[in-house]
């Protein structure tokens, strides 16, 4: 077979896009061209690759035998490229990115210049939502996300870890009063989350075993950005990720709380990857430079103030 691989690679994206005319967007090219560049793979390998029909489009079952080699022979391609390349100028290209708004703020944007640094032919396209990607659909290198991942076709890393505390700000303290036992928690206001529920059990360590104590709140919100905001504005106590909430700490903006009566076991953050996608020299380098950062991170927020 004559292949171009451009013309593979374009019907990747199709099958994972779905249409046509999301993949022509994407390339922001006529959808006709699209079609030519199907018609010519269809003719370089004689069998239908596509079902077409008015509710869409479908794999055969010629076309998902193909889908799977095509992405080996892209993933082989790149990491050819990558490994050629790098031996001359380093890891290079462009890695896009899946992680949750605060995390893109307080680890990706403090870390990205001294990764530019170290590997000045790397490029970064950040996608920050808290909504988790479809990492094949949506064209993504890596994820990083903390917690329990389970997932045959995905391939995850430990990076690092962080835990949760309580926290507010010193207007809330100075206008509510500092609790110094649980129980005066239920005369103070608590902000939940209203997307994650399971971040609404707080964890009672007591010498009868641990118990879960489950939070309404007096204030809630889906967004894990704006539950940071809406305690450093003062607005109550809420349950934060150590990792962005103590360098607030030694910047005198937030204040832990009750630390000795809840319990927090580390959750591990995850670098997440497609399985044919994990040996690429750029994918490892920025894998690699985050594991290392996040280790110094950690060790310079847990150290006490000076």
């Known amino acids: 077979m004559q292949l171009q691989l451009d013309d593979v690679a374009l019907f990747t994206r199709i099958a994972e896009l779905g249409t046509l005319s999301a993949a022509a967007r994407e390339r922001d090219v006529p959808v006709s061209q699209v079609t030519r560049s199907l018609?010519?793979?269809?003719?370089?390998?004689?069998?239908?690759?596509?079902?077409?029909?008015?509710?869409?489009?479908?794999?055969?079952?010629?076309?998902?035998?193909?889908?799977?080699?095509?992405?080996?022979?892209?993933?082989?391609?790149a990491e050819l490229g990558s490994e050629l390349t790098g031996k001359?100028?380093?890891?290079?290209?462009?890695?896009?990115?899946?992680?949750?708004?605060?995390?893109?703020?307080?680890?990706?944007?403090?870390?990205?210049?001294?990764?530019?640094?170290?590997?000045?032919?790397l490029h970064l396209d950040i996608n920050a939502a808290d909504r988790i990607a479809d990492m094949a659909r949506d064209g993504i290198d890596i994820a990083i996300r903390s917690g329990t991942l389970q997932s045959d076709t995905l391939v995850a890393r430990q990076i690092g870890e962080h835990g949760r505390t309580l926290y507010a700000a010193p207007a809330y303290l100075s206008a509510f009063g500092s609790p110094t036992h649980p129980d005066d928690l239920q005369g103070h206001r608590l902000i939940a989350s209203s997307a994650s529920p399971a971040?609404?059990?707080?964890?009672?360590?007591?010498?009868?075993?641990?118990?879960?104590?489950?939070?309404?709140?007096?204030?809630?919100?889906d967004n894990s950005a704006l539950l940071l905001s809406l305690v450093l504005h003062g607005v109550g106590i809420a349950r934060l990720n150590d990792l962005y909430a103590l360098p607030l700490v030694?910047?005198?903006?937030?204040?832990?709380l009750l630390q000795d009566h809840f319990t927090s076991p580390p959750i591990p953050i995850y670098a997440v990857m497609l399985q044919e996608r994990q040996r690429l020299p750029k994918i490892r380098a920025c894998i690699d430079y985050w594991a290392q950062w996040l280790t110094g991170l950690t060790s310079a927020v847990s150290a006490p103030p000076r």
């Open 88 to 121: 001359q100028i380093g890891p290079s290209g462009w890695v896009r990115i899946s992680v949750s708004p605060l995390i893109a703020e307080c680890v990706v944007a403090p870390s990205l210049c001294g990764l530019y640094q170290r590997h000045p032919q």
């Open 199 to 221: 971040l609404n059990r707080w964890t009672l360590g007591n010498p009868q075993g641990p118990k879960e104590v489950q939070i309404k709140g007096h204030t809630r919100t």
């Open 250 to 256: 030694r910047e005198g903006r937030l204040i832990p």
């Open 39 to 77: 018609a010519r793979l269809e003719a370089a390998c004689g069998v239908r690759l596509l079902h077409r029909s008015t509710h869409g489009l479908s794999l055969t079952d010629e076309g998902d035998t193909f889908l799977a080699y095509g992405r080996r022979l892209l993933d082989t391609t």
